[in-house]
């Protein structure tokens, strides 16, 4: 009864119902450990005596699982409850980056690192359901608050990650389970149970997701165009992610600073800007512009892949183009088709994550075969592709822009 208190209240007074909030600090610190590592990759490196393209590998295994655990989320979710759900995807990512963090072979790190992919695929397929089912004033304000908790946690993790990581490359690791701990606490106390976030439910939506339903909603056409084309953006976003680190020339307390400027653009754009281009332009001519510029900056690191302020400066620009088309092409899938939401997120995010998997391992490889100047170039071409595909798919997706008007 006091959930179900607390639950009304913040329903009536702050606009949100607290479940709401309880998820947006939670995805806050869950986001936090994509950043928290990224400083302390060149450390990995030098520490383990592992090639650039070996490190690269934790996010191709994290990515990798990630994908295929995408399929499973949603049956698992509406077998045991979304709080149910994210409170297990907690669990995991601490136990796996505890763990990473105490191993001495990169190895090891790299398969601790696909432990997470897991734990995080059922927190975050399972809390962007949660805030949009949970929130009120409509799909877009939900997506934005989901992603300014996505920008917040990256904005922020790269400058605790610079600091620990500074101390050890291990610092990271065990800061990332640390704060999994606080998020488990948060989940448990402020958000309702199974019964609470089903009570309003009509009985035809309270059944259990199949197996086969994420492969099912890939017969609808938008699904497929926006997954495919986040697949082909990924190669570029995780070359910029997990790349760059090594040709900036910078330690982690320098990779922290330049990463968190980086979050910080990604977060105040996904929040602001994007939805006022949305509204002027469209989701679709405002995604494929985000996208081209991102190209474009791509292709400009690897001409001038030599040029240390260059680089900085690019990986920073680069958070304003990823925050807008993040909560662009979010906005797009929650209202592509006509299915249930957690399904649609399963099936778009099992597509795109295939990318991020590639993608490291492949920049780190192709700088190791030609020189560090060609996976930018590469993972920029990618991208342009991503916007040629939507552009030739148009007619299939257009209808985005309508559904999301009349909210």
Known sequence: MAIQSQYELSTQKEGQPIAVWAVFFASIIAFMGLGLVDPILPAISQQLHATPSQ????FTSYN????VAMLITGAISSRIGIKMTLLCGVVVIAIFSAAGGLSNNIWAIVGFRGGWGLGNALFVATALTAIVTLSKGGTGKAVVLYEAAVGLGISVGPLLGGELGAITWRGPFLGVA?????GFILLATLMPGHRKLNAGKPASERKSTSLLDPFRALKHRPIVVFGIAACLYNFGFFTLLAYAPFVMGLDAHGLGYVF?????LLAVTS???APKLQQRFGTITSMCLML??????LISMGIWTNTQWWLIVAVILAGAL?????TLITTAVMNAAPIERSTASAAYSFLRFLGGAVAPFLAG????????????IVGGCFVLISVIFVLSNRQHVSHVDTVEAGH
């Open 55 to 58: 490190v690269t590998l934790l």
């Open 64 to 67: 990798a699982v990630m994908a």
């Open 178 to 182: 640390a704060l999994m701990v606080l």
């Open 260 to 264: 968190i400027g980086w979050g910080v």
């Open 271 to 273: 929040v602001f800007t």
């Open 292 to 297: 081209f510029l991102f190209a474009v900056l």
């Open 322 to 326: 990823l925050g807008n088309n993040n």
């Open 365 to 376: 490889k192709l700088a190791e075969w030609y020189s560090p100047h060609v996976p930018f």
